[in-house]
């Protein structure tokens, strides 16, 4: 089992920066990779980062290329979402997921963070 609990959401004006954070714990070790997703209400969930688990590797949509960072620290098994240049559009519910093999659906999910972008 993983478990997976997101921090760090809160209500910015746009252009401002916020960095959310997402614990990992349990059979780390095991994770293939790790996406952050966000909804906003009305729409579907959507990926906006991910990241291997070893290797590192990173991949984003071009609705967020160039303004969001995904990272990870090993030490901490931690994955941080670094979004920059915030817009009202960036409004939503932010979770990490965590997925045991390419391929598969990701399995593992954290409570979401409320992220709130005012104009």
């Known amino acids: 089992q993983v478990q997976l609990v997101e921090s760090g959401g809160g209500l910015v004006q746009a252009g401002d920066s916020l960095r959310l954070s997402c614990a990992a714990s349990?059979?780390?070790?095991?994770?293939?990779?790790l996406g952050w997703f966000r909804q906003a209400p009305g729409k579907e969930r959507e990926i906006v980062a991910r990241?291997?688990?070893?290797?590192?590797?990173?991949s984003y949509p071009d609705s967020v290329k160039g303004r969001f960072t995904i990272s990870k620290e090993y030490a901490k098994n931690t994955v941080y979402l670094q979004m920059n240049s915030l817009k009202p559009e960036d409004t939503a519910v932010y979770y990490c997921a965590a997925r045991l093999r390419m391929g598969l659906p990701y399995g593992y999910w954290g409570q979401g963070t409320q992220v709130t972008v005012s104009s």
């Open positions: 349990g059979r780390t070790f095991s994770i293939y990779d």
């Open positions: 990241i291997t688990w070893s290797g590192g590797s990173t």
